[in-house]
């Protein structure tokens, strides 16, 4: 197989509030002989608060991201939901409107770039379930996850709206999500099915009605719990934020204990092909993960 190679669009909460992402997706990318060029000029998403302020920055933001991809001629791999989102949203909009991607182009202009629309967005999931596949996956691993019942956490943003996002995952049902769970049995997991594993998190909603954060972010784990999950994983470090480190504050609400290892997508790969605690980054998980 020929080396992979993408732009990497981090975004900022993979490099600030969770570099154990960061750090888990550059080890397992080196893993699977995956080149990541990390787009270090890249600015915030807008996290889909900006585009409620200010459309048209939100789209001249994502599209100078994207331009950064075009300049190296590789496709934009992104490692958050939310980024995923804006950026194919952005790049959706612009390919389907002449006239809007003109605008956004003289302003562009000021900075020296210019946005074409000739490469892909991507989310590294489907980058790796797509461009690798998992029977090739599965040849990789060097320490089964065997025995761990994996609870995949889809979140909502990076697989709706259905119409934009299918085109870049490869027609993923957005009701009945299972890409993951084919990796989490490709790496030797067995995947729990759940109700919730394709509800909002409640991350954004957080600063305004933290109850309600609360509420959908313990719907999710409890079903994840009651359906004997040992660990749950997401590909997307918003939801991570919610299900890891709110824990306390989610236990407080709904009235029940919740204590589970929350994984990223990254670090559960990664620890199937034989790299270390921290390789990583799990030292920065603030549920204690048990069972390395």
Request: charge should be negative; glycine fraction near 6%.
């Amino acid at each position: 197989m020929s080396k992979l190679k993408y732009a990497l669009y981090t975004g900022c909460t993979a490099k600030e509030s969770t570099p154990e992402l960061l750090k888990s997706t550059m080890a397992v990318a080196e893993a699977l002989d995956i080149e990541l060029i990390v787009l270090e000029e890249a600015s915030c998403c807008g996290a889909s608060h900006l585009q409620d302020f200010d459309d048209f920055l939100s789209l001249t933001l994502n599209a100078r991201n994207i331009c950064y991809a075009e300049k190296l001629g590789l496709t934009l791999v992104t490692i958050c939901n939310t980024c995923q989102l804006n950026t194919s949203m952005t790049k959706e909009r612009l390919d389907n409107n002449e006239g809007l991607k003109d605008k956004v182009n003289a302003k562009l202009k000021e900075v020296g770039l210019e946005y074409k629309g000739n490469v892909d967005v991507k989310h590294f999931l489907y980058a790796i379930i797509d461009d690798i596949g998992v029977e090739e996956i599965a040849k990789r691993v060097k320490r089964p996850l065997k025995n761990l019942n994996i609870a995949p956490f889809y979140g909502c943003h990076n697989i709706r709206p259905s119409s934009l996002q299918s085109k870049n995952n490869g027609n993923e049902n957005p009701y009945v999500p299972d890409s993951i769970e084919r990796l989490i049995d490709a790496l030797g997991g067995n995947s729990i099915d759940y109700e919730h594993k394709n509800k909002c998190c409640g991350f954004h909603v957080e600063l305004q009605a933290p109850k309600t954060a609360n509420r959908l972010s313990g719907a999710a784990m409890s079903d994840a719990m009651d359906n004997n999950a040992d660990v749950v994983v997401t590909p997307c470090p918003l939801c991570h934020l919610r299900l890891d480190v709110q824990q306390h504050n989610i236990s407080k609400e709904i009235g029940r204990d919740i204590n589970m290892p929350v994984l990223h997508l990254p670090q559960m790969i990664g620890l199937a092909l034989g790299l270390t605690p921290k390789e990583l980054g799990l030292e920065h998980n603030i549920s204690e993960v048990t069972f390395v």
